[in-house]
């Protein structure tokens, strides 16, 4: 049976920074909130107690990076919107438009007009007025009102965009013609005195950064031995990175800034480019000499990374950026040894990390397993889960009853027909019908569409999937060379289309009982284990009761 969501109320407050916080902000627009509350006592709907709907220290300004992104409060709640998860009827009280978008206009009409397509009503306090769909279609001036509320508000944020870009550009013109320090904001291993208006360095920090080009200048070490060698002392990395790895390595083995040297650079799209066209400037302690950066960066290539892994053009690997280690989620690495002999290694029990001790799965094993489980499959089970069956089954039923209604009122309309065409009654009852069966179309076209995107999964048929895969893998061991190339890079783009990613890991914690969890784009995850001889998969669900349970996958005899 399909659960059916209620209208709520849904109260979302933001702001933009801490400073916002220690003010007013979040109170006076939860006082707002309870007085229309209290003022609308007819409305009876419940208030939402259930989602967080609070981006506080969230800027609505910039659409790539602001409150609308994934893992906001705001774009979690549109997310479910567009999932039927908010029910029509539902109201989204905001204290004025500002809140939701400060983004140009177009942008930010576009996330008010999904959310009242989706039937959701907005109640903005600030002007204590109501906008559903139909009285912005109805009525231009209230359409007018909320273009004016985020012309506003784009027009707050832009005035304050630019006033810091004039800020921050004159603290670079001070920094580049007389050294001046730019405040607070330095690297990760210096900090600022405010005493002196100098950066001074970080000594643990600074220490580490002097030990790594050492390592790399007087012992030759690659990358990830680097990261072994630090994982190894039990060094912790400094910065906004928890774990040592090869990008914030390179990024310290690259930039100019541990030789002391200012680095001014502009955002594109929130990316950080160095503005290479300007003179060099120290502005920093030398933390590492110039000859030093040199010798350094000669011996580390761009993509240098110390192993066997990437791309061979063989595609060696059929399952190339899905595979993680389920003990700490970290990427698994292939690695051929030669002879046959290949693995699925973890990363970090690579590079001597947390992941201990080495964690890693003959990879042949794993595709042997991997190709007797495709044969045995049910695709069907797999690429459309048994949730969406059996709603596609709910839809297909109330499809049948619109149908019957449809041929009773066609029935009843050639009847009519018949009788006095210029009774009123008659031309009345005509009309009802006539209304009647084009509400029927519609909402059978409705229920149709939404049954065929149910059971085609937004690729390829089931069955097509597991035709090309199965007759690929059949064919694999009586190709040439050239062929099998050809068609493992076919397997590795169609594994790709349909899993989001295999996780790896050891049932209770025994080597000896590897398993890997496949994770499917469907939302269907497969339990597998890796013994070739009895490779099996199911499907891992959840009670009700919040207990695992597990339901074959398997092809049912005929």
Not at 413 to 426: A, H, I, P, Q, S
Not at 434 to 445: G, L, S, V
């Given at each position: 049976?399909?659960?059916?969501?209620?209208?709520?109320?849904?109260?979302?407050?933001?702001?933009?920074?801490?400073?916002?916080?220690?003010?007013?902000?979040?109170?006076?627009?939860?006082?707002?909130?309870?007085?229309?509350?209290?003022?609308?006592?007819?409305?009876?709907?419940?208030?939402?107690?259930?989602?967080?709907?609070?981006?506080?220290?969230?800027?609505?300004?910039?659409?790539?990076?602001?409150?609308?992104?994934?893992?906001?409060?705001?774009?979690?709640?549109?997310?479910?919107?567009?999932?039927?998860?908010?029910?029509?009827?539902?109201?989204?009280?905001?204290?004025?438009?500002?809140?939701?978008?400060?983004?140009?206009?177009?942008?930010?009409?576009?996330?008010?007009?999904?959310?009242?397509?989706?039937?959701?009503?907005?109640?903005?306090?600030?002007?204590?007025?109501?906008?559903?769909?139909?009285?912005?279609?109805?009525?231009?001036?209230?359409?007018?009102?909320?273009?004016?509320?985020?012309?506003?508000?784009?027009?707050?944020?832009?005035?304050?965009?630019?006033?810091?870009?004039?800020?921050?550009?004159?603290?670079?013109?001070?920094?580049?013609?007389?050294?001046?320090?730019?405040?607070?904001?330095?690297?990760?291993?210096?900090?600022?005195?405010?005493?002196?208006?100098?950066?001074?360095?970080?000594?643990?920090?600074?220490?580490?950064?002097?030990?790594?080009?050492?390592?790399?200048?007087?012992?030759?070490?690659?990358?990830?031995?680097?990261?072994?060698?630090?994982?190894?002392?039990?060094?912790?990395?400094?910065?906004?990175?928890?774990?040592?790895?090869?990008?914030?390595?390179?990024?310290?083995?690259?930039?100019?800034?541990?030789?002391?040297?200012?680095?001014?650079?502009?955002?594109?799209?929130?990316?950080?480019?160095?503005?290479?066209?300007?003179?060099?400037?120290?502005?920093?302690?030398?933390?590492?000499?110039?000859?030093?950066?040199?010798?350094?960066?000669?011996?580390?290539?761009?993509?240098?990374?110390?192993?066997?892994?990437?791309?061979?053009?063989?595609?060696?690997?059929?399952?190339?950026?899905?595979?993680?280690?389920?003990?700490?989620?970290?990427?698994?690495?292939?690695?051929?040894?030669?002879?046959?002999?290949?693995?699925?290694?973890?990363?970090?029990?690579?590079?001597?990390?947390?992941?201990?001790?080495?964690?890693?799965?003959?990879?042949?094993?794993?595709?042997?397993?991997?190709?007797?489980?495709?044969?045995?499959?049910?695709?069907?089970?797999?690429?459309?889960?048994?949730?969406?069956?059996?709603?596609?089954?709910?839809?297909?039923?109330?499809?049948?009853?619109?149908?019957?209604?449809?041929?009773?009122?066609?029935?009843?309309?050639?009847?009519?027909?018949?009788?006095?065409?210029?009774?009123?009654?008659?031309?009345?009852?005509?009309?009802?019908?006539?209304?009647?069966?084009?509400?029927?179309?519609?909402?059978?076209?409705?229920?149709?569409?939404?049954?065929?995107?149910?059971?085609?999964?937004?690729?390829?048929?089931?069955?097509?999937?597991?035709?090309?895969?199965?007759?690929?893998?059949?064919?694999?061991?009586?190709?040439?060379?050239?062929?099998?190339?050809?068609?493992?890079?076919?397997?590795?783009?169609?594994?790709?289309?349909?899993?989001?990613?295999?996780?790896?890991?050891?049932?209770?914690?025994?080597?000896?009982?590897?398993?890997?969890?496949?994770?499917?784009?469907?939302?269907?995850?497969?339990?597998?284990?890796?013994?070739?001889?009895?490779?099996?998969?199911?499907?891992?669900?959840e009670s009700d009761d919040g207990k695992v349970v597990y339901r074959n996958l398997t092809q049912t005899p005929t």
């Open positions: 049976m399909q659960y059916e969501y209620k209208p709520k109320i849904y109260s979302y407050v933001r702001f933009s920074s801490a400073k916002q916080e220690r003010g007013h902000s979040k109170k006076r627009q939860t006082e707002m909130l309870n007085e229309w509350l209290a003022d609308n006592p007819n409305i009876n709907i419940p208030l939402d107690q259930t989602l967080d709907m609070q981006d506080l220290g969230v800027s609505a300004w910039k659409s790539y990076k602001n409150n609308l992104s994934d893992n906001t409060a705001l774009g979690g709640f549109l997310s479910m919107a567009e999932q039927g998860r908010i029910a029509p009827g539902s109201i989204l009280v905001i204290e004025q438009f500002d809140r939701l978008s400060r983004d140009e206009i177009v942008d930010a009409m576009a996330v008010v007009l999904n959310i009242l397509k989706k039937g959701i009503e907005i109640v903005s306090l600030a002007d204590r007025q109501k906008y559903t769909r139909q009285s912005v279609n109805e009525n231009t001036t209230t359409l007018m009102l909320v273009i004016h509320q985020l012309a506003l508000g784009h027009g707050e944020s832009q005035k304050k965009s630019d006033r810091c870009k004039r800020a921050w550009r004159n603290k670079k013109e001070q920094a580049l013609e007389h050294g001046k320090a730019l405040g607070n904001r330095g690297p990760s291993w210096l900090k600022y005195d405010r005493s002196s208006e100098t950066y001074i360095e970080i000594p643990e920090y600074a220490d580490v950064i002097r030990i790594i080009f050492d390592w790399i200048i007087n012992r030759g070490w690659k990358i990830h031995k680097v990261i072994s060698g630090l994982n190894d002392m039990d060094i912790k990395p400094f910065g906004l990175s928890k774990t040592w790895n090869k990008s914030f390595i390179q990024s310290l083995l690259r930039t100019r800034r541990v030789c002391g040297y200012y680095e001014p650079h502009h955002l594109v799209k929130g990316k950080r480019v160095i503005c290479n066209d300007l003179p060099e400037v120290k502005l920093y302690p030398e933390t590492v000499s110039e000859s030093d950066w040199v010798k350094a960066n000669k011996l580390i290539q761009p993509n240098d990374i110390g192993s066997n892994s990437g791309k061979t053009g063989k595609a060696s690997n059929l399952f190339r950026g899905l595979c993680t280690c389920a003990s700490c989620g970290s990427m698994m690495q292939f690695e051929n040894k030669g002879a046959g002999n290949s693995y699925l290694v973890c990363k970090q029990s690579l590079m001597n990390g947390p992941c201990q001790p080495r964690v890693s799965f003959r990879y042949p094993e794993f595709e042997k397993a991997f190709f007797k489980y495709c044969s045995e499959l049910n695709w069907h089970a797999v690429l459309i889960p048994e949730k969406s069956l059996s709603l596609s089954k709910s839809l297909q039923t109330e499809l049948d009853v619109l149908s019957s209604q449809r041929e009773r009122n066609k029935t009843a309309f050639e009847r009519l027909l018949m009788l006095d065409g210029e009774n009123d009654m008659v031309i009345k009852r005509l009309s009802a019908l006539t209304t009647e069966i084009e509400k029927i179309d519609q909402e059978a076209a409705r229920l149709k569409a939404k049954i065929d995107e149910l059971n085609n999964t937004g690729m390829m048929a089931p069955e097509m999937i597991r035709d090309e895969l199965t007759a690929a893998i059949a064919d694999i061991n009586s190709m040439s060379d050239d062929e099998l190339i050809d068609v493992r890079i076919k397997i590795q783009r169609q594994l790709k289309l349909i899993i989001h990613r295999i996780s790896f890991g050891y049932a209770n914690g025994d080597k000896d009982k590897p398993l890997c969890t496949i994770g499917y784009t469907s939302g269907v995850n497969i339990l597998l284990t890796l013994d070739s001889k009895s490779s099996r998969a199911v499907e891992v669900m």
